[in-house]
Protein backbone atom coordinates (compact mmCIF):
# COMPACT_ATOMS: atom_id res chain seq x y z
CA UNK A 1 0.00 0.00 0.00
CA UNK A 2 1.21 3.53 -0.96
CA UNK A 3 1.45 6.50 1.46
CA UNK A 4 -2.05 8.10 1.85
CA UNK A 5 -2.03 11.00 -0.24
CA UNK A 6 -4.59 14.20 0.55
CA UNK A 7 -5.14 16.06 -2.07
CA UNK A 8 -8.85 17.20 -4.46
CA UNK A 9 -10.56 14.81 -5.95
CA UNK A 10 -12.56 15.06 -9.21
CA UNK A 11 -15.87 13.51 -8.28
CA UNK A 12 -18.71 12.54 -11.12
CA UNK A 13 -22.19 11.48 -9.47
CA UNK A 14 -23.89 10.66 -13.42
CA UNK A 15 -26.88 7.39 -13.90
CA UNK A 16 -29.99 7.34 -14.64
CA UNK A 17 -31.08 7.16 -11.05
CA UNK A 18 -32.18 9.98 -9.00
CA UNK A 19 -30.07 11.34 -6.83
CA UNK A 20 -27.01 13.02 -8.32
CA UNK A 21 -27.92 16.27 -7.12
CA UNK A 22 -28.79 15.50 -3.77
CA UNK A 23 -25.69 13.35 -3.46
CA UNK A 24 -23.59 16.22 -4.51
CA UNK A 25 -25.81 18.39 -2.08
CA UNK A 26 -24.96 15.97 0.84
CA UNK A 27 -21.10 16.34 -0.11
CA UNK A 28 -21.59 20.38 0.36
CA UNK A 29 -23.50 20.28 3.53
CA UNK A 30 -20.52 17.50 5.10
CA UNK A 31 -17.65 19.91 3.22
CA UNK A 32 -19.08 23.39 5.27
CA UNK A 33 -19.64 21.76 8.25
CA UNK A 34 -15.91 20.67 8.21
CA UNK A 35 -15.17 24.38 7.51
CA UNK A 36 -14.78 24.40 4.02
CA UNK A 37 -15.72 26.78 1.20
CA UNK A 38 -18.38 25.93 -1.17
CA UNK A 39 -19.33 26.82 -4.68
CA UNK A 40 -22.31 25.48 -6.43
CA UNK A 41 -22.72 26.29 -9.99
CA UNK A 42 -26.34 24.84 -11.60
CA UNK A 43 -25.71 24.58 -15.25
CA UNK A 44 -29.39 24.54 -16.52
CA UNK A 45 -31.48 25.77 -13.73
CA UNK A 46 -33.04 28.57 -13.49
CA UNK A 47 -36.50 29.03 -14.07
CA UNK A 48 -37.95 26.79 -10.96
CA UNK A 49 -37.43 27.94 -7.12
CA UNK A 50 -36.04 24.72 -5.23
CA UNK A 51 -35.87 24.27 -1.32
CA UNK A 52 -32.84 23.89 -1.10
CA UNK A 53 -31.58 27.52 -2.40
CA UNK A 54 -33.54 28.59 1.20
CA UNK A 55 -31.60 26.43 2.94
CA UNK A 56 -28.33 26.28 1.40
CA UNK A 57 -28.77 30.75 1.75
CA UNK A 58 -29.57 30.08 5.55
CA UNK A 59 -26.98 27.70 6.37
CA UNK A 60 -23.85 29.21 4.20
CA UNK A 61 -24.69 32.55 6.07
CA UNK A 62 -24.86 30.67 10.12
CA UNK A 63 -21.41 28.58 8.57
CA UNK A 64 -19.82 31.56 7.42
CA UNK A 65 -21.29 35.48 7.31
CA UNK A 66 -23.91 37.23 5.36
CA UNK A 67 -20.90 38.73 3.69
CA UNK A 68 -19.11 35.51 2.83
CA UNK A 69 -21.29 32.49 3.45
CA UNK A 70 -19.52 28.90 3.69
CA UNK A 71 -21.61 27.71 0.83
CA UNK A 72 -22.78 29.77 -2.04
CA UNK A 73 -25.19 27.90 -4.92
CA UNK A 74 -26.00 30.07 -8.15
CA UNK A 75 -28.63 29.01 -10.66
CA UNK A 76 -26.85 29.73 -14.06
CA UNK A 77 -29.68 28.76 -16.73
CA UNK A 78 -32.81 29.07 -17.51
CA UNK A 79 -34.61 25.34 -16.91
CA UNK A 80 -35.40 23.19 -19.38
CA UNK A 81 -33.50 23.41 -22.17
CA UNK A 82 -34.83 22.25 -26.27
CA UNK A 83 -32.60 19.62 -27.36
CA UNK A 84 -33.03 16.38 -29.93
CA UNK A 85 -34.89 17.64 -33.42
CA UNK A 86 -34.75 20.97 -32.20
CA UNK A 87 -31.69 23.68 -32.92
CA UNK A 88 -30.75 24.56 -29.12
CA UNK A 89 -31.83 28.04 -28.19
CA UNK A 90 -29.03 30.47 -28.89
CA UNK A 91 -29.30 32.12 -25.02
CA UNK A 92 -29.38 28.94 -23.36
CA UNK A 93 -25.78 28.71 -25.26
CA UNK A 94 -24.63 31.61 -24.48
CA UNK A 95 -25.97 31.39 -20.44
CA UNK A 96 -24.16 27.83 -20.60
CA UNK A 97 -20.47 29.09 -21.96
CA UNK A 98 -21.07 32.13 -19.36
CA UNK A 99 -21.30 29.14 -16.22
CA UNK A 100 -18.45 27.49 -17.84
CA UNK A 101 -16.50 30.80 -17.24
CA UNK A 102 -17.76 31.40 -14.27
CA UNK A 103 -16.63 27.43 -13.08
CA UNK A 104 -13.56 27.71 -14.90
CA UNK A 105 -12.57 30.77 -12.62
CA UNK A 106 -13.83 29.36 -9.70
CA UNK A 107 -11.98 26.44 -10.05
CA UNK A 108 -8.32 27.60 -11.00
CA UNK A 109 -8.81 30.68 -8.72
CA UNK A 110 -8.10 28.26 -5.86
CA UNK A 111 -10.89 30.52 -3.44
CA UNK A 112 -13.01 27.26 -2.87
CA UNK A 113 -12.53 24.16 -1.74
CA UNK A 114 -15.53 22.28 -3.33
CA UNK A 115 -17.21 23.42 -6.63
CA UNK A 116 -20.11 21.53 -7.45
CA UNK A 117 -20.40 21.34 -11.33
CA UNK A 118 -24.46 20.32 -11.66
CA UNK A 119 -25.73 19.30 -14.34
CA UNK A 120 -22.87 20.06 -16.41
CA UNK A 121 -22.93 16.45 -17.82
CA UNK A 122 -26.31 17.39 -19.27
CA UNK A 123 -24.82 20.32 -21.03
CA UNK A 124 -22.07 18.51 -22.58
CA UNK A 125 -24.06 15.79 -23.50
CA UNK A 126 -26.58 18.43 -25.65
CA UNK A 127 -23.58 19.39 -27.41
CA UNK A 128 -23.67 22.80 -25.59
CA UNK A 129 -20.53 23.01 -23.83
CA UNK A 130 -16.74 21.04 -25.09
CA UNK A 131 -15.76 18.25 -22.55
CA UNK A 132 -12.27 18.91 -23.79
CA UNK A 133 -12.52 22.63 -22.35
CA UNK A 134 -13.85 20.88 -18.99
CA UNK A 135 -11.02 18.00 -18.73
CA UNK A 136 -8.56 20.90 -19.55
CA UNK A 137 -9.29 22.97 -16.49
CA UNK A 138 -9.56 19.81 -14.24
CA UNK A 139 -6.40 18.81 -15.40
CA UNK A 140 -4.95 22.01 -14.25
CA UNK A 141 -7.06 23.07 -11.04
CA UNK A 142 -5.36 23.53 -7.68
CA UNK A 143 -4.13 20.56 -6.01
CA UNK A 144 -6.80 20.82 -2.87
CA UNK A 145 -9.36 21.98 -4.75
CA UNK A 146 -12.51 19.73 -4.80
CA UNK A 147 -15.00 19.37 -7.76
CA UNK A 148 -18.08 17.34 -8.50
CA UNK A 149 -20.10 16.67 -11.52
CA UNK A 150 -23.55 16.18 -12.04
CA UNK A 151 -25.39 15.03 -14.24
CA UNK A 152 -26.55 11.82 -16.85
CA UNK A 153 -24.48 10.29 -19.95
CA UNK A 154 -20.96 11.45 -17.82
CA UNK A 155 -18.40 12.20 -20.93
CA UNK A 156 -15.81 9.02 -21.20
CA UNK A 157 -12.95 11.19 -21.16
CA UNK A 158 -14.30 13.19 -17.72
CA UNK A 159 -15.40 9.29 -16.62
CA UNK A 160 -11.31 8.84 -17.15
CA UNK A 161 -10.09 11.50 -15.10
CA UNK A 162 -12.31 11.34 -12.31
CA UNK A 163 -10.75 9.77 -8.92
CA UNK A 164 -14.33 8.77 -8.02
CA UNK A 165 -17.53 7.71 -10.07
CA UNK A 166 -20.85 6.69 -8.94
CA UNK A 167 -23.67 6.17 -11.15
CA UNK A 168 -26.97 6.21 -9.79
CA UNK A 169 -29.50 3.10 -10.78
CA UNK A 170 -32.94 3.08 -11.24
CA UNK A 171 -34.94 0.61 -9.50
CA UNK A 172 -38.17 1.77 -9.36
CA UNK A 173 -39.85 5.39 -9.20
CA UNK A 174 -43.24 6.26 -7.02
CA UNK A 175 -44.01 8.35 -10.79
CA UNK A 176 -44.45 4.84 -12.60
CA UNK A 177 -47.65 4.51 -10.09
CA UNK A 178 -48.72 8.07 -10.69
CA UNK A 179 -47.44 10.07 -7.79
CA UNK A 180 -46.04 13.16 -8.75
CA UNK A 181 -42.80 14.60 -7.44
CA UNK A 182 -43.23 15.25 -3.62
CA UNK A 183 -41.93 19.15 -2.04
CA UNK A 184 -39.04 18.86 0.08
CA UNK A 185 -38.56 15.35 -1.77
CA UNK A 186 -37.80 15.76 -4.97
CA UNK A 187 -37.67 19.95 -5.33
Known sequence: MTETQRRGL?????????GKTTAALGTALR??????????????????????????????????????????????????????????????????????????????????????LDEINYAIGYRMLDPEKVADVLRQKPEMVHVILTGRNAHPTLVELADTVTEMREVKHAYQKGVLAQRGIEF
Open 10 to 18: IVINTGPGK
Open 31 to 116: AAGNGMRVLILQFLKGSWHYGELDAIAALGSALGTPEDPAIVIRQMGRGFVKVGGAETDPEDLRLVEDAWNDAATAILSGDWDLVI
